[in-house]
DNA sequence: ATGTGACTTTAAGTCCGTG
DNA sequence: TCACGGACTTAAAGTCACA
């Protein structure tokens, strides 16, 4: 079930954002962009464009591929039990 | 100048397809999206989303954050002149 | 087989609020 | 501090004709 990659995507940026410790609305602002926005990314309801990618990426430190390795939320399915 | 993630993102998108010696045209079908849409997105003209760039990653056999690994593309002389 | 400007439709992204 | 809804504006999605 990889249709979601918003909400992949929104875990991550919800993960490292928890990390660093600040808020939704002060990883918008660092983002430039709108609170609920954020929120709505997280949940995984927006469709995010490269440029807010790159920008959110910016905000949290990490480059914008980090936002797109599901590695650690969605683990190979490798039976390693 | 990381201003321009539609540029680096849609040179990956080349790279990439002409790896698999396909054209846009073939791409674009794969993807479900349009030939000239293709040929946007890699000339850095559009600005694309998340599911498009699932779209393109899956049609181009590699996982999302393969389209973001700037590496080859912008190697790392740090040069920041 | 691809680049590009113009165009319409759809969704991204903002901003107001409430619980 | 966050989820979520409604209404709004701007930009992305998607298509076309022609170079």
Do not use: W
């Amino acid at each position: 079930m990889s249709n979601d990659i918003r909400i992949l995507f929104g875990k991550n940026v919800r993960k490292i954002r928890i990390s660093m410790g600040i808020s939704q609305e002060e990883l918008a602002f660092r983002c430039g962009l709108h609170r609920t926005y954020i929120s709505d990314i997280e949940r995984g309801t927006r469709n995010v464009s490269l440029e807010n990618i790159e920008r959110i990426a910016h905000a949290l430190n990490v480059p914008p591929k980090d936002l797109f390795d599901f590695s650690s939320i969605e683990p190979k399915d490798d039976q390693e039990t």
